[in-house]
């Protein structure tokens, strides 16, 4: 693997892994190197010169594209956008109940890029799409194997989203041709939503009146309140993950760490799913005040935010806590259980980090 050294690496088949958080909050737009990778099957070698995407459904002209006519027919967008997994922070879930059968994310399953490639609306455009279309549906090339059976990896999100100016399907990364891992030779890329909807090694784009009956719309990356149980859940009233919640995670200083000095800079990034971060709050007393971080990088709904804060820690054992909110008032719940489910998805809690601080 060709990714930076330190990688946790969660599984090798398929391959899960994540950059270490430090090293992640380095880089504003992540590169390839840091940048986390999230598979449910092998990733497919596709040739990009017999390579079509394939525009079907609900559509006046069913269409088959290659790589050439999306280079030659179709204006180049870029878009910067974080991708975040749902199962992102999974880990610290753990301490309510176990998640068991998910990757065990850190806080790393995050990156930004910059994503260039064909509006996903211009493609509509050309194609026509049909009154009676409401929800549009990606299909990735893996073979993804769920109970004995091939179900193939794929998604789907609302008409209105896929004609917004912001979904793109890629074929560049930060520039360069897009890798294998992340979705060679073409990828949708949905910002503001879950990982998920973006889908890699895109072949299929269908029209269609309902959700995606894929396994991993219909099924999976479905959201249950803390009571429900995989065994007995009736898993159609779990809510089909679209936008990202508000979150945020303090990559310095790292958890169990001895600090010689009380004066400490804590950093991190913040998000929230097509909203802007507004402010990150920051508490040293077990959330009973909060002092403001500074933001320093990044106002678009679309992106992270960078913020870092300057704290004086007492000499002993110390916990940092930190909470964002965005633009819509949206603040992360206090307690890991009032978020904690069984597959483990969109852990918000706020965040905590404890350190030891040397007497000086
Ligand atoms: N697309 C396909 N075809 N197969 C996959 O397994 N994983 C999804 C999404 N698209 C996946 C996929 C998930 S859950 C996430 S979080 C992102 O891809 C991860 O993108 P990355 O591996 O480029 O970081």
Same mark, same amino acid.
């Given at each position: 693997?060709?990714?930076?050294?330190?990688?946790?690496?969660?599984?090798?088949?398929?391959?899960?892994?994540?950059?270490?958080?430090?090293?992640?909050?380095?880089?504003?737009?992540?590169?390839?190197?840091?940048?986390?990778?999230?598979?449910?099957?092998?990733?497919?070698?596709?040739?990009?010169?017999?390579?079509?995407?394939?525009?079907?459904?609900?559509?006046?002209?069913?269409?088959?594209?290659?790589?050439?006519?999306?280079?030659?027919?179709?204006?180049?967008?870029?878009?910067?956008?974080?991708?975040?997994?749902?199962?992102?922070?999974?880990?610290?879930l753990?301490?309510v109940a176990?998640?068991?059968?998910?990757?065990?994310?850190?806080?790393?399953?995050?990156?930004?890029?910059?994503?260039?490639?064909?509006?996903?609306?211009?493609?509509?455009?050309?194609?026509?799409?049909?009154?009676?279309?409401?929800?549009?549906?990606?299909?990735? !090339?893996?073979?993804?194997?769920?109970? %004995?059976?091939?179900?193939?990896?794929?998604?789907? +999100?609302? $008409?209105?989203? @896929?004609? #917004?100016?912001?979904?793109?399907?890629?074929?560049?990364?930060?520039?360069?041709?897009?890798?294998?891992?992340?979705?060679?030779?073409?990828?949708?890329?949905?910002?503001?939503?879950?990982?998920?909807?973006?889908?890699?090694?895109?072949?299929?784009?269908?029209?269609?009146?309902?959700?995606?009956?894929?396994?991993?719309?219909?099924?999976?990356?479905?959201l249950f309140p803390p009571e429900a149980k995989?065994?007995?859940?009736?898993?159609?009233?779990?809510?089909?993950?679209?936008?990202?919640?508000?979150?945020?995670?303090?990559?310095?200083?790292?958890?169990?760490?001895?600090?010689?000095?009380?004066?400490?800079? !804590?950093?991190?990034?913040?998000?929230? %799913?097509?909203?802007?971060?507004?402010?990150?709050? +920051?508490? $040293?007393?077990? @959330?009973? #005040?909060?002092?403001?971080?500074?933001?320093?990088?990044?106002?678009?709904?679309?992106?992270?935010?960078?913020?870092?804060?300057?704290?004086?820690?007492?000499?002993?054992?110390?916990?940092?806590?930190?909470?964002?909110?965005?633009?819509?008032?949206?603040?992360?719940p206090?307690e890991l259980r009032e978020v904690w489910n069984f597959k483990g998805?969109?852990n918000?809690?706020?965040?905590?980090?404890?350190?030891?601080?040397?007497?000086?």
């Amino acid at each position: 693997m060709d990714k930076d050294p330190h990688f946790i690496i969660h599984s090798t088949n398929p391959l899960n892994a994540e950059p270490e958080p430090d090293k992640l909050r380095e880089n504003f737009i992540t590169p390839y190197k840091e940048f986390y990778i999230r598979n449910h099957g092998d990733i497919p070698e596709i040739d990009e010169n017999i390579f079509r995407l394939q525009v079907n459904g609900l559509v006046e002209r069913e269409m088959e594209l290659s790589m050439k006519d999306l280079l030659e027919d179709f204006s180049k967008h870029s878009v910067m956008a974080t991708l975040q997994c749902a199962g992102n922070r999974r880990t610290e879930l753990l301490q309510v109940a176990p998640v068991p059968g998910e990757v065990p994310w850190h806080d790393s399953a995050i990156g930004n890029a910059v994503w260039t490639g064909v509006r996903l609306r211009d493609i509509l455009i050309h194609s026509g799409v049909k009154n009676e279309a409401r929800y549009i549906e990606f299909m990735g !090339a893996d073979e993804v194997f769920r109970h %004995g059976e091939n179900v193939g990896f794929g998604a789907s +999100i609302q $008409i209105e989203k @896929g004609l #917004s100016d912001e979904v793109i399907l890629a074929y560049e990364m930060n520039d360069s041709p897009l890798e294998p891992t992340h979705g060679f030779p073409l990828r949708a890329v949905v910002p503001g939503y879950i990982g998920a909807r973006s889908v890699k090694w895109l072949t299929r784009i269908t029209l269609l009146k309902e959700p995606s009956k894929n396994y991993f719309q219909d099924h999976a990356y479905r959201l249950f309140p803390p009571e429900a149980k995989a065994e007995t859940v009736d898993w159609n009233t779990g809510i089909q993950l679209s936008e990202l919640n508000v979150n945020c995670v303090i990559t310095a200083p790292k958890n169990d760490s001895i600090i010689n000095n009380g004066a400490v800079t !804590a950093e991190g990034w913040a998000i929230s %799913g097509g909203k802007k971060i507004i402010r990150v709050e +920051i508490s $040293i007393d077990n @959330g009973v #005040s909060w002092s403001n971080a500074k933001i320093t990088d990044g106002d678009n709904p679309m992106t992270w935010s960078f913020w870092e804060a300057k704290l004086a820690l007492p000499s002993g054992e110390s916990e940092i806590i930190a909470r964002a909110i965005d633009s819509e008032m949206n603040i992360q719940p206090a307690e890991l259980r009032e978020v904690w489910n069984f597959k483990g998805y969109m852990n918000n809690g706020w965040h905590r980090v404890k350190v030891g601080v040397k007497e000086s």
